[in-house]
Every structure is written in structure tokens, then in C-alpha cells.
């Protein structure tokens, strides 16, 4: 679903992707790790077509980016630490207004779904700027999948979120995933990341310096496995 | 998963749907309209004061101060209208979106421009009142709808690239005067010519220059908009 080629992204001088090689299959659940600056970001960004790679090979739901990025995009949710909602809108506006820049066929019925699916129905009528950081994540995710993407992209989801709004988001992720749905995640929270992901991939110094399914990690916990995998 | 399969919506269907969103975000806040309302009012009761003239001089120096209080509050406008889409990621929300970029931009140009004409809906009346000069003909309202497309066309151009940066206050106006200077320069003459009850015919070069400078603006802009916003 998910193919990479020696990635390069270059900021000026900057070298931030080194070469980087990934691929995810169709269904995977893949928790991308890594410390502050290792590039998380910088490649999910990509990913999402929002920024060109400098060199290398990028395809995403069977289109080369940076040539195919509008029929990526049609394929692709990105959910951020930032909601990308507009606060001076109400919940269902919010999702109105991103399905008619998907073109989602009965937008009405897919919303009240989609509001449902986050638990957020009842709160449909209000200004996103009443909710609580918790409840614009959820939304935000809602906005995500609004389109059914075949693919999610989530960029320090937890990103402010306390115990209680965390463990709700937890619910809405596995759902979102349990729809077959590819996810790639990027997430300093190493515990939800092992509750979650199906594979680990760590990213250091712009590479993947290491990679295990979950199976694979039965001798040994993730917090084990990414100091060790830092230290090498 | 739901299997129904989504088309992308034309350019001008998301453009308008980029468009209903700002006007139904700025009819719950008044956020941008009020501060370029503010703002113009202010500029108009200022020079009110200031230019203490007889009628005719009014009459001549009625252009100049319009087209400053548009083009500054416009600024203020193109400013705040893409800080809110940059402050909470929603810019790269609508990036995310599969439709042509341009869409993006067209539905970000009609909206500042509506917004400033809203503004200038207001002005008017009180700067007839205030100056006793009568503004509202045809030609000169015509004329005043052309400047403002011109200056709303570059500025959401300028806008996108400047709003990526911390200095974007500053940055856009620096950006922006330069550029819109034949618009204003334009603007400024066909306005004052007709004011001063010259012949359409009088005015006509300046008129030319204001739709040439309508046409190709949008035309660049259309091509360049998807460079600006992409990192």
C-alpha cells in the first residue's frame, strides 16, 4: 500500500531524510518511533503530498507522488496534533464543508455516521470552540475518514490530551483500523503505540534503523526494543 | 468501509464551498470584517478632520483617500483571512483536499474580495455624508469593483506565500504595495477622472491598464498557486 525508495528531503543544507526505505502492507497498523528531530514529520508530510521529497521514490495506494498527489490524496486521511478544524463552525459544518472538497457521494448520511462512529452526535449542533481538546482530536479524526480513506496518516495524535480524552481516542483509532484500513502512526507514547500498531519501525538520523512486527516482539517490550535499537 | 466511491468536486464546486465556509465562519465572528470596518472609519474621519477644504479640493482628493483606505484595510483583511486557516493547520487541511489547488485559491480570492467589498459597501455612504461628495454612479462603483478584484487577486497570492513566515504582518504589505501599484495607480486615476466629470473616453488608459492588470494576475496566479503552498 505503502512503498518507499531512498528517500532524500533536503531543507536547504539541511539533510533531514537520509535515504529512507519503508513499505507497509494493506491492513498494517504501523507505529513509526523515533526521538525529537529524527524526521517523523518531515516523512509523513510527504506521505501526505503536503511536502516534495528532494530524491527517491515515493507511492502511496498505487500512485507515484509528487505526480499523482491529487489521487493520493483521494486515498489518504491525516489526522495531526493540530485538528485542522474551524472553530467558528459547528461540528457538522466542519465535516459538511470537508466532504464537498472530497465530493463525498450522500455527504448527509456519511456525517451522522461519521459523528456516531466518534461519538460526538449529540454535539453536532455546536461550535467546535466549545469542545474540549479531546473532543476536537475525535472530530478531527472524523474529518479524516470522512472520505473512507484507504489509508491513515496520524502525526502525534496524543499530542495534549489527558488519561480520559487518550483512552477514548485509543476506541476510535482500533475502529478505525478494525475497517482494514492501512495506518501509519508516528507517537512518542510507546505504551499505546504497543497496545496499537501491528509493526514498529524506528527512525533515527533520517533512516530506519530498526523494524519488528508485534509477534516478533514477545521476548522483549517496546520500550526494550527502541532503546536498544537508538543505542545501535 | 463504506464502498461508495467519492468523485473529486470541480474547481469552482470546492472553490465555492471554501467561499460558503469563510462567509458562514465570519457571520458567527465578525473577527475580519469588523477589524477592516474599524480600521476604514477611522482612516475617512481622520482625513475628515485633516482636510479642512472647500468642496471642490474634497472632490479632488476623494480617489487618493478611498483607494488608501481600501487598500489598507484590504491588507488587514488578506492577512487575518489565511493567518486563520495557518494558525490551526486548516491551510494544510485544505491542501490535503484532492481537488486542483487552484480551487483553493479562487475560493480564498472571492471571499477576500467579498469581504472587502462588504467594507467598501459601508464606506461609501458615510464618506458621501461626511465629505458631500456623491459616490454612487455606475462608472465609478464599476471601477472600484475592478481595483478591488486586481488587489484581492495578488494579495491572496502574496497572502499564501507570506502567511509561512513570523514576520507575515510586515512581510505582506512589503510584498504587496510593489506589486499593486499599477492597480492602485490605476484605480486612483480612472476614479479621480471621473469624479472630476471627465469623459469616459479620458480615462480610458487608465481603465485598460486596470483589466489588463485584472486578467493577468488571476492567470498567474492560478499557475503559481500550487508552487507557493507546497513546501
Given at each position: 500500500m505503502i512503498t518507499v525508495k531512498k528517500l532524500v528531503k533536503r531543507f536547504g543544507l539541511k539533510v533531514v531524510l537520509r535515504g529512507l526505505d519503508f513499505s507497509v502492507q494493506q491492513g498494517e497498523f504501523v507505529a513509526l518511533l523515533g526521538p525529537n528531530g529524527a524526521?517523523?514529520?518531515?516523512?509523513?508530510?510527504?506521505?501526505?503530498?503536503?511536502?516534495?521529497?528532494?530524491?527517491?521514490?515515493?507511492?502511496?495506494a498505487g500512485h507515484q507522488l509528487p505526480h499523482e498527489a491529487a489521487q493520493v490524496r483521494a486515498k489518504l486521511g491525516v489526522v495531526s496534533h493540530m485538528p485542522l478544524l474551524y472553530p467558528d463552525l459547528t461540528a457538522e459544518?466542519?465535516?459538511?464543508?470537508?466532504?464537498?472538497m472530497y465530493g463525498v457521494a450522500d455527504s448527509r448520511s456519511r456525517i451522522t455516521e461519521v459523528l456516531q462512529m466518534v461519538g460526538l452526535e449529540?454535539?453536532?449542533?455546536?461550535?467546535?470552540?466549545?469542545?474540549?481538546?479531546?473532543?476536537?482530536q475525535r472530530l478531527a479524526i472524523g474529518r479524516a475518514v470522512i472520505h473512507n480513506p484507504e489509508?491513515?496518516?496520524?502525526?502525534?495524535?496524543?499530542?495534549?490530551?489527558?488519561?480520559?480524552?487518550?483512552?477514548?481516542?485509543d476506541e476510535v483509532l482500533r475502529s478505525v483500523a478494525a475497517e482494514g484500513r492501512t495506518v501509519v502512526m508516528?507517537?512518542?507514547?510507546?505504551?499505546?503505540a504497543e497496545d496499537l500498531a501491528t509493526r514498529f519501525d524506528i527512525l533515527s538520523r533520517g533512516v530506519v534503523a530498526a523494524s519488528a512486527k508485534r509477534e516478533e516482539l514477545r521476548d522483549t517490550n517496546l520500550l526494550a526494543y527502541y532503546k536498544q535499537a537508538l543505542a545501535d | 468501509m463504506n464502498t461508495k466511491r467519492n468523485a473529486s468536486p470541480s474547481l469552482w464546486k470546492a472553490a465555492f464551498a471554501v467561499v460558503r465556509k469563510d462567509l458562514a465562519a465570519e457571520l458567527r465572528s465578525f473577527e475580519l470584517v469588523s477589524?477592516?470596518?474599524?480600521?476604514?472609519?477611522?482612516?475617512?474621519?481622520?482625513?475628515?478632520?485633516?482636510?479642512?477644504?472647500?468642496?471642490?479640493?474634497?472632490?479632488?482628493?476623494?480617489?487618493?483617500?478611498?483607494?488608501?483606505?481600501?487598500?489598507?484595510a484590504g491588507t488587514l483583511g488578506l492577512n487575518r483571512s489565511m493567518a486563520t486557516e495557518k494558525d490551526r493547520g486548516c491551510l494544510d487541511g485544505l491542501l490535503l483536499a484532492p481537488v486542483d489547488r487552484s480551487a483553493i485559491y479562487f475560493g480564498k480570492a472571492l471571499s477576500n474580495l467579498i469581504f472587502m467589498l462588504i467594507v467598501e459597501a459601508f464606506v461609501l455612504p458615510i464618506y458621501s455624508m461626511l465629505y458631500n461628495v456623491n459616490l454612487f454612479r455606475l462608472d465609478l462603483l464599476g471601477v472600484i469593483l475592478l481595483?478591488?478584484?486586481?488587489?484581492t487577486a495578488v494579495g491572496t497570492l502574496l497572502s499564501a506565500m507570506s502567511v509561512q513566515t513570523r514576520t507575515r504582518e510586515v512581510l505582506l504589505p512589503i510584498l504587496l504595495f510593489p506589486v499593486a501599484i499599477p492597480v492602485l495607480l490605476a484605480a486612483v486615476k480612472v476614479s479621480g477622472g471621473l469624479l472630476a466629470g471627465a469623459a469616459f473616453s479620458e480615462v480610458l488608459t487608465p481603465f485598460n491598464i486596470l483589466l489588463v492588470y485584472d486578467v493577468v494576475f488571476i492567470a498567474v496566479a492560478f499557475m503559481a498557486f500550487d508552487y507557493v503552498v507546497e513546501e
Amino acid at each position: 500500500m505503502i512503498t518507499v525508495k531512498k528517500l532524500v528531503k533536503r531543507f536547504g543544507l539541511k539533510v533531514v531524510l537520509r535515504g529512507l526505505d519503508f513499505s507497509v502492507q494493506q491492513g498494517e497498523f504501523v507505529a513509526l518511533l523515533g526521538p525529537n528531530g529524527a524526521g517523523k514529520t518531515t516523512f509523513l508530510r510527504i506521505l501526505a503530498s503536503l511536502s516534495r521529497p528532494t530524491m527517491g521514490q515515493v507511492q502511496v495506494a498505487g500512485h507515484q507522488l509528487p505526480h499523482e498527489a491529487a489521487q493520493v490524496r483521494a486515498k489518504l486521511g491525516v489526522v495531526s496534533h493540530m485538528p485542522l478544524l474551524y472553530p467558528d463552525l459547528t461540528a457538522e459544518e466542519n465535516l459538511r464543508f470537508y466532504a464537498s472538497m472530497y465530493g463525498v457521494a450522500d455527504s448527509r448520511s456519511r456525517i451522522t455516521e461519521v459523528l456516531q462512529m466518534v461519538g460526538l452526535e449529540n454535539r453536532r449542533k455546536d461550535l467546535v470552540r466549545t469542545f474540549s481538546r479531546g473532543m476536537q482530536q475525535r472530530l478531527a479524526i472524523g474529518r479524516a475518514v470522512i472520505h473512507n480513506p484507504e489509508v491513515m496518516l496520524f502525526d502525534e495524535p496524543y499530542t495534549g490530551l489527558d488519561q480520559d480524552a487518550s483512552e477514548m481516542l485509543d476506541e476510535v483509532l482500533r475502529s478505525v483500523a478494525a475497517e482494514g484500513r492501512t495506518v501509519v502512526m508516528t507517537s512518542h507514547d510507546l505504551a499505546r503505540a504497543e497496545d496499537l500498531a501491528t509493526r514498529f519501525d524506528i527512525l533515527s538520523r533520517g533512516v530506519v534503523a530498526a523494524s519488528a512486527k508485534r509477534e516478533e516482539l514477545r521476548d522483549t517490550n517496546l520500550l526494550a526494543y527502541y532503546k536498544q535499537a537508538l543505542a545501535d | 468501509m463504506n464502498t461508495k466511491r467519492n468523485a473529486s468536486p470541480s474547481l469552482w464546486k470546492a472553490a465555492f464551498a471554501v467561499v460558503r465556509k469563510d462567509l458562514a465562519a465570519e457571520l458567527r465572528s465578525f473577527e475580519l470584517v469588523s477589524a477592516m470596518l474599524v480600521f476604514s472609519l477611522l482612516v475617512i474621519v481622520i482625513f475628515n478632520f485633516a482636510l479642512e477644504l472647500d468642496v471642490k479640493v474634497r472632490q479632488s482628493v476623494t480617489a487618493g483617500v478611498l483607494w488608501t483606505t481600501f487598500a489598507f484595510a484590504g491588507t488587514l483583511g488578506l492577512n487575518r483571512s489565511m493567518a486563520t486557516e495557518k494558525d490551526r493547520g486548516c491551510l494544510d487541511g485544505l491542501l490535503l483536499a484532492p481537488v486542483d489547488r487552484s480551487a483553493i485559491y479562487f475560493g480564498k480570492a472571492l471571499s477576500n474580495l467579498i469581504f472587502m467589498l462588504i467594507v467598501e459597501a459601508f464606506v461609501l455612504p458615510i464618506y458621501s455624508m461626511l465629505y458631500n461628495v456623491n459616490l454612487f454612479r455606475l462608472d465609478l462603483l464599476g471601477v472600484i469593483l475592478l481595483g478591488s478584484i486586481g488587489y484581492t487577486a495578488v494579495g491572496t497570492l502574496l497572502s499564501a506565500m507570506s502567511v509561512q513566515t513570523r514576520t507575515r504582518e510586515v512581510l505582506l504589505p512589503i510584498l504587496l504595495f510593489p506589486v499593486a501599484i499599477p492597480v492602485l495607480l490605476a484605480a486612483v486615476k480612472v476614479s479621480g477622472g471621473l469624479l472630476a466629470g471627465a469623459a469616459f473616453s479620458e480615462v480610458l488608459t487608465p481603465f485598460n491598464i486596470l483589466l489588463v492588470y485584472d486578467v493577468v494576475f488571476i492567470a498567474v496566479a492560478f499557475m503559481a498557486f500550487d508552487y507557493v503552498v507546497e513546501e
